[in-house]
Structure formats: C-alpha cells, structure tokens
C-alpha cells in the first residue's frame, strides 16, 4: 500500500513539472500573430519597390 502512494506521488509530481514545460497556448496565439504580422509588412514593403 506504501509503495502505491509513493508511485502516485511520484507520477503526479511529475506531470505537474511536465505541465510547466512549453509554451502556454496564449503564448503561441501571440507568436503566431506577431509572425503573421510581419510577414505582411515585408510583403507590403516589396510591393512598394
């Protein structure tokens, strides 16, 4: 019984770290649209010259 409580403690520790891991998904909204930006400005700018 000893042994299975530890087995839990250890696994939901260590999905709680892995969950820490990475971007959260608001981050990568907000990197997308950054990059979507600006692709558009550089081809705004070479439709310019």
Sequence with gaps: MKVKKIHFFLIFCLLFILSGCG??????IYNHLEEAV???KDL???KIH
């Design 23 to 28: 971007e959260s998904v608001q981050e990568q």
């Design 38 to 40: 600006t692709l558009e």
């Design 44 to 46: 705004k700018i070479n």
